[in-house]
């Protein structure tokens, strides 16, 4: 077994996770609730760049039902970043579910 070549395959899919990670965190997704009348605004790294709310649901009677679609929509937004994580690091890992490799995020 060459020690050397391990190490530089190491390297290499290092520097391929760091692009992934950077490619990453310039793509947008949008997840939403109440039939998209709430919809959050995420890059491929889980950070939340936007939140946009229909007026009509603006009640101060009623901040839980608001409150309740802007968690819905945000975590509609976070299951698909990490499906899309997912997913682009199948490639790294020739498909195989690694541990831990499927959650990294930053």
């Known amino acids: 077994m060459d020690f050397t070549k391990i190490m530089e395959q190491a390297q290499q899919m290092q520097q391929k996770m760091k692009q992934i990670q ?8 949008v997840g939403s609730a109440g039939g998209g009348m709430v919809q959050v605004t995420l890059n491929g790294q889980g950070d939340v760049l936007s939140v946009e709310i229909e ?4 009640n101060p009677d009623e901040p839980q039902m608001l409150q309740d679609l802007i968690a819905a929509a945000t975590n509609d937004g976070l299951r698909k970043v990490k499906e899309l994580s997912k997913n682009e690091l199948g490639s790294l890992t020739g498909g195989l579910d690694l541990p831990g490799l499927s959650n990294f995020m930053k």
């Not at 950077?22 to 997704?29: F, G, W």
């Not at 007026?55 to 603006?58: A, F, R």
């Open 55 to 58: 007026k009509l649901l603006i």
């Open 22 to 29: 950077a490619d990453l965190a310039k793509k947008t997704i």
